[in-house]
């Protein structure tokens, strides 16, 4: 009796021990009893009741990325390209994906080339290479709305690559080529252009500055000649003033030694002396002035013969 209890005792331990589940972070365990729906279990502990209970589907609650293999689209043009695509989601609701959809995966990938399909059929090719991001927004949107069933949210979903056919990546190419060579031959000539610009702005100063300088220089002779005038001009009116001053000063003196008739006549025609002297050709002396001419010849006469 005694090894049977002990036989229990363990049973019922090993029972227990077996039945005690830890669920970690970030995972989800679905729990079904008696083949239904019992209950999610979320990080920690949990006891599972032997026999009735049973741990249905254990669930990742991190984002998952499933790269899908290229799959042949056909755009609005007739060309048929291949597109591979890259989905980023999430399971928020781990009941119903347990029991929304069978194999979740499958059903993500085939949604994803049908929506492909439907969303680059409405597309040209080179709208299709070009519009990725308005292709990635629109096909998340859909493939969101349509998995919030099966308990999964579609975060993200990114055109990977766009594979056209070789023909037509051989003609894009010489497209691109073509291009590259009408924008360099652009530049070539806007370099030309802009090199003709500059050196007729060069000579079009070149020819200001000249034209200034000349005019600067014309300004300046024109300066000097007028200073060397004004200069002319104020000796000329000082020696003028020295001239008047200096008649001013002798008229003074004369009178300060008040001259007598003689004297006044004497220099009378000393003056008249020295018109002569001049350009005139006729001077009419006053008959005040012979007297004393004659006087002074006499006295001439007189004086040389001594010097003899």
């Known amino acids: 009796m005694q090894y049977i209890l ?6 019922v331990l090993i029972l227990l021990v077996t039945n005690i589940h830890v669920v970690q972070q970030s995972r ?9 729906y019992h209950a999610t279990w979320g990080v920690g502990l949990h006891v599972k009741f032997p026999i009735l209970d049973r741990v249905a589907k254990r669930v990742s609650l991190k984002e998952q990325v499933v790269d899908f293999a ?3 689209v056909i755009t609005k043009d007739n060309v048929t390209m291949q597109i591979d695509t890259v989905i980023y989601f999430q399971i928020i609701d781990p009941k119903l994906y347990t029991y929304g959809v069978e194999h979740p995966m499958s059903a993500i990938e085939n949604l994803t080339a049908t929506t492909l399909r439907n969303i680059i059929g409405d597309l040209e ?3 299709s290479l070009t519009s990725r991001d308005h292709i990635n927004t629109k096909m998340r949107a859909i493939l969101d709305e349509a998995t919030d069933p099966w308990g999964i949210k579609v975060n993200r979903v990114e055109l990977k690559n766009i594979i056209p056919p070789r023909e037509i990546q051989d003609a894009m190419e010489k497209q691109m080529k073509a291009e590259r060579e009408r924008r360099e031959s652009i530049l070539q000539a806007e370099g030309q252009k802009q090199s003709q610009i500059l050196v007729a702005e060069g000579e079009k100063q070149s020819v200001i500055l000249r ?4 005019k600067q220089a014309k300004i300046m002779e024109a300066e000097a000649a007028k200073t ?3 200069l002319a001009a104020e000796a000329e009116a000082e020696a003028i003033e020295k001239v008047q001053q200096a008649t001013a000063d002798a008229l003074r003196l004369l009178n300060e030694a008040a001259p007598n008739d003689q004297v006044v006549k004497l220099k009378a025609l ?6 002569a002297n001049g ?3 006729k001077i009419i002396i006053p008959s005040e002035i012979q007297g004393i001419a004659g006087l002074a010849a006499g006295v001439k006469a007189l004086v040389e013969p001594d010097k003899k």
């Open 6 to 11: 002990i036989a229990l005792g363990v049973i």
């Open 28 to 36: 989800a365990f679905v729990v079904e009893r008696l083949g239904a």
């Open 70 to 72: 290229p799959q042949p």
């Open 125 to 127: 090719l080179d709208q």
């Open 211 to 214: 034209a200034d300088a000349a």
């Open 228 to 230: 060397a005038r004004i």
């Open 270 to 275: 000393e003056a008249f002396q020295a018109a």
């Open 279 to 281: 350009q005139a050709t």
